[in-house]
Each structure stands twice: as C-alpha cells, then as structure tokens.
C-alpha cells in the first residue's frame, strides 16, 4: 500500500524558512513523481514543485521560483522554502504520480498525503 505522509509545517514570519518532507512507502515501481501542491482557503488546488525518481529532474511553478527546492533522499522528498510570503500560507499536500510523467496537473496525480499547515504571519 502506498502512503504519502508530510511534515514539517508550522508557522513562520514572513522572509523566514520552512523544510517540508514527504516520507513515501509501499512503493513498488520503477518510474514515478513526487509533486507538492498546496491549497488555501478559498482558492483552487495550486502545483508548487515535482520531482522525478528515474533522473531527479524538478519542475516548479513560476510562483515559487528561486524560493523554493525540492529534492529526494532514499524515500523522502524534500520541500525547501525560503523567503516565505503571507501569500504561501496553505496547506501543502506531497501525491504521486506513477509513470514517466513530470506536470502539475493535480488530477493526474494518483496517490496523496494528508497534508500539512503552512502559516506565513506579515
């Protein structure tokens, strides 16, 4: 059984830093992606950042760029953020997608973690 669990989140003045991380197991195949999504309230599903097994090639999206990193080691994916803005306060979600396939697109993804608090105070 694959399962997705996060941790890390908290709150954090704005400017400060937060690593998120995303303990995977249960994971049987050979090609897949580890992406980062958050939501907010109020507003629709966001894709952050993803990262591949077979390469470890990233991808993120422009609004996160330069602040964020993501990375793997052994079965955990990192979420390195820095230069923390009110505006990334959400709850952040770590899925899978089980394939060669690198996007944001949250439905595409198959398996998801329960997720965790991200509060950024101004």
């Known amino acids: 059984e694959v399962q997705l669990v996060e941790s890390g989140g908290g709150l954090v003045q704005a400017g400060g830093s937060l690593r998120l991380s995303c303990a995977a197991s249960?994971?049987?195949?050979?090609?897949?992606?580890i992406g980062w999504f958050r939501q907010a309230p109020g507003k629709e599903r966001e894709g952050v950042s993803c990262i591949s097994s077979s390469d470890g090639s990233t991808y993120y999206a422009d609004s996160v760029k330069g602040r964020f990193t993501i990375s793997n080691a052994k079965n955990t994916v990192y979420l390195q953020m820095n230069s923390l803005k009110p505006e990334d306060t959400a709850v952040y979600y770590c899925a899978a997608i089980i394939g060669p396939f690198m996007n944001l697109e949250s439905y595409e993804y198959d398996y998801w973690g329960q997720g965790t608090q991200v509060t950024v105070s101004s």
């Open positions: 249960g994971f049987t195949f050979d090609d897949y992606a």
